[in-house]
């Protein structure tokens, strides 16, 4: 099982400035990661996919970068909406597996 | 609007079954593969099972390997899981998901239901 590790667990940014988040696997994965944001009580919303592929109607300041092992999501300028839970996971082999998650939270 | 619907989540004691329904809209489901999540409370995302566009080809998580029957009804648009010899580890929020480009179940999800609630205790 491919193991995903997010750091940092918990990011504390003010509005209208980048955040970094990064995602680290086991062992190779290509590009084979998305990302996803959850709000409390919501369901995960995809971001990204294939490490950089915005999904739809996701705003351009959300990006992603990385292949292999290590992977980043960047949001460029942070926006009250975006203080969120962010998971990556990897689908390059079964089992699919998770991130533990890093929280960003209004600093 | 691609839209999934869970249901038949609820309170079951240990060792009891319990078989959960999504029922989905808006896209051509018989042409994606589907997969279920689940997310423990307060705790991250883990990836149960999935199953192929066609239903042939299912895939379990080890912690659930054994007890848990994946399944889908074409004709309905309807995705199962049917649970049995629950534990208390396996409470959690349910959700099922999309395979995110066509059959293939080894895949980003989007998008995902809203979820249903398993809770198993005595």
């Known amino acids: 099982e491919i193991v995903m590790t997010q750091s940092p667990a918990t990011l504390s940014v003010s509005p209208g400035e980048r955040a970094t988040l990064s995602c680290r696997a086991s062992q190779s994965i290509g590009g084979n990661l998305a990302w996803y944001q959850q709000k409390p009580g919501q369901a995960p919303r995809l971001l990204i996919y294939g490490a950089s592929t915005r999904a739809t109607g996701i705003p351009a300041r959300f990006s992603g970068s990385g292949s292999g092992t290590e992977f980043t999501l960047t949001i460029s300028s942070l926006q009250s909406e975006d203080f969120a839970l962010y998971y990556c996971?990897?689908?390059?082999?079964?089992?699919?597996?998770f991130g533990g998650g890093t929280k960003v939270e209004i600093k | 609007e691609v839209q999934l619907v869970e249901s038949g989540g609820g309170l079951v004691q240990p060792g009891g079954s319990l078989r959960l329904s999504c029922a989905a809209s808006g896209f051509t489901f018989s042409s994606y593969a589907m997969s279920w999540v689940r997310q423990a409370p307060g705790k991250g995302l883990e990836w149960v099972s999935a199953?192929?566009?066609?239903?042939?080809?299912?895939y379990y998580a080890d912690s659930v390997k054994g007890r848990v029957t994946i399944s889908r009804d074409n004709s309905k648009n309807t995705l199962y899981l049917q649970m049995n010899s629950l534990r208390a580890e396996d409470t959690a929020v349910y959700y099922c998901?999309?395979?995110?480009?066509?059959?293939?179940?080894?895949?980003?999800?989007?998008?995902w239901g809203q979820g249903t609630l398993v809770i198993v205790s005595s």
């Open positions: 998901a999309k395979s995110g480009s066509g059959n293939y179940p080894v895949n980003w999800c989007d998008p």
């Open positions: 199953v192929s566009a066609g239903g042939g080809s299912t």
């Open positions: 996971q990897q689908y390059n082999n079964w089992p699919l597996t």
